[in-house]
């Protein structure tokens, strides 16, 4: 474990870090010195990630949670503060997508999705704020999406979720600014995740052909989970203390053509 | 050290978010070749870098001139060899509608801000090219997103250098370059308290204006250097046409 590290001695809460960006950031986290309270609605996954972080030397729990949920998200917050004493860094990570037009989608589908990337932020944001003024300050990192920024094809619920996640953060960011709390979000672009697979199979597309036309931005390729948990400990880090109410936008070049 | 084994040229290196940017690179490893117009303040900025055990040379630049942002790539290659990270930081302001502007301001403001950043940059991509990848910054600010009071020149040349990074980072991504650009809040640079005076605020006054934001204060160079080098280092790997606000929360809203 590095003694030096960007976050050292900082505790991160992280939702949806069983896999993918959320994993990635879990474990890059810990490595720069911060404590994970890790949490996920798949079990195994989840355990597994915090085992590797243990095992690399960091401190970690793991519980299994369900985000749209207030009283999950309550008892999420009072075990990391039982346990490690306060929280520095909330990173709400958790997301679910849904391509579908507005025609095709279903209300539970809505529901959902809505749920889960929006009001999660909302349930955990309230629960960790006030721990947060007490310390003297925070900073809490959403991720949104390319998608919460341009519109994309089939893709209703997600945009209108994502959308929201970028407003809310600026939202909060004004609100909480003067207690030395610092909001923003991350916008990746196409992300080599298990997300990005499930949408081909979601579109009924090939997964290689989906892939192909996923890479077509200026950099040429999709981007690593971790390269987009390396913008989130950024936004996480000192690094960054004049940056609140920011959408980072981390996408190899996709929306460089978007208004 | 994040840059070690890089070579990054910044313009305007020689005061505020420039300085702070080229002690902050040498820190980290770079080797950095420090462009401005005042020599004495460049000079000063370089024995600086190398009294700290870093490598650092001033090339007397004014990026107006095509001929001179030429020599500057040319001369750091000489120097060290190769060319990584251009900073495109070298900018002017100052505070007129577009009755007060006069058209010599007007074309100071756009020809160091903006035509400064393609100069620099239609030079320095050659041989960023030919190593196989470089990274590109420029300096745009808030006042490139949204408009601001009596600013027009300013806000003109910064929206252009937001959408000219956005267009350089679609031409230049196969390439394996990557181009971004931040955009700064109010900072504590000798810009500040010049834009106060020409306003004819009393300092407290202006200030006062400025903090009035999320988090209540004004940024410093140091805060805007940590952006620069997040974007220059490999950690922004799949960063490229990005406008980055470092601005304490002041366009939130």
Redesign the interface.
């Given at each position: 474990m590095q003694l030096a590290g960007r976050v050292s001695g900082k505790v991160a809460l992280i939702t949806g870090g069983a896999s993918g960006i959320g994993r990635a950031t879990a474990l890059l986290f810990a490595h720069e010195g911060a404590a994970i309270a890790l949490a996920d609605v798949n079990a195994d996954a989840g355990r597994r990630v915090a085992d590797e972080i243990t095992q690399s030397g960091g401190r970690v729990f793991f519980d299994t949670v369900d985000v749209t949920r207030a009283a999950d998200c309550q008892r999420l917050v009072e075990r990391a503060i039982r346990e490690f004493g306060r929280i520095d860094i909330l990173f709400n990570n958790a997301g679910i997508t849904r391509r579908a037009t507005v025609l095709d989608l279903s209300e539970e589908d809505w529901d959902r999705v809505m749920a889960v990337n929006v009001k999660s932020i909302y349930l955990l944001s309230r629960e960790v704020i006030p721990h947060m003024q007490k310390a003297g300050g925070g900073t809490i990192i959403n991720t949104a999406s390319g998608w919460g920024l341009a519109g994309g094809a089939k893709a209703a619920v997600y945009c209108a979720s994502k959308g929201a996640v970028v407003l809310l953060t600026?939202?909060m960011?004004?609100d909480?600014?003067?207690q030395?709390i610092?909001v923003n979000c991350v916008c990746p672009?196409d992300t080599d995740t298990g997300m990005l697979r499930e949408e081909a199979q979601q579109l009924g597309e090939e997964n290689s052909r989906f892939l192909a036309e996923a890479a077509k931005?200026?950099?040429?390729r999709v981007?690593?989970p971790e390269?987009?948990a390396?913008?989130a400990?950024?936004l996480a880090s000192a690094?960054?203390?004049?940056?609140?109410?920011?959408a980072?936008?981390?996408?190899?070049?996709?929306?460089?053509?978007s208004l | 050290m994040r840059l070690e084994n890089k070579v990054a040229v910044i313009t305007g290196g020689t005061s505020g978010i420039g300085e702070a940017v080229a002690e902050l690179f040498a820190r980290e490893g770079a080797r950095v070749a420090i462009t401005g117009r005042n020599e004495s303040r460049g000079h000063a900025v370089m024995a600086r870098i190398l009294e700290a055990g870093g490598e650092a040379i001033f090339l007397r630049t004014d990026v107006r001139k095509a001929a001179e942002c030429q020599r500057a790539v040319d001369e750091t290659l000489r120097s060290f060899g190769r060319l990584d990270i251009l900073f495109n930081n070298a900018g002017v302001f100052s505070p007129q509608t577009a009755l007060e502007c006069s058209e010599e301001e007007w074309d100071l403001q756009i020809d160091i801000n903006l035509k400064g950043t393609f100069l620099m940059s239609k030079y320095a991509l050659g041989p960023m090219i030919a190593q196989g990848g470089g990274v590109i910054i420029n300096n745009s600010s808030g006042w490139g997103i949204v408009g601001g009071d009596k600013a027009v020149a300013y806000c003109a040349s910064k929206g252009g250098v937001v959408l000219l990074t956005k267009a350089m980072a679609v031409d230049h991504g196969r390439q394996g370059i990557r181009v971004n650009c931040i955009c700064p809040g109010d900072v504590d640079t000798p810009m500040l308290p010049e834009d106060a005076r020409l306003r004819g605020l009393d300092w407290k006054t202006y200030l006062a204006g400025c903090q009035n934001r999320p988090l209540g204060r004004i940024g410093t160079v140091d805060e805007i250097a940590k952006a620069v080098l997040f974007l220059a280092s490999d950690d922004s790997s799949f960063m490229t046409g990005a406008a980055l606000v470092v601005d304490g929360g002041g366009t939130a809203d």
């Open positions: 600026k939202a960011a004004i909480h600014g003067p030395n610092r672009g931005r200026p950099l040429g981007g690593t390269e987009i390396q913008a400990l950024y690094a960054s203390s004049f940056v609140t109410g920011t980072l936008v981390v996408d190899g070049g996709g929306l460089a053509r | -």
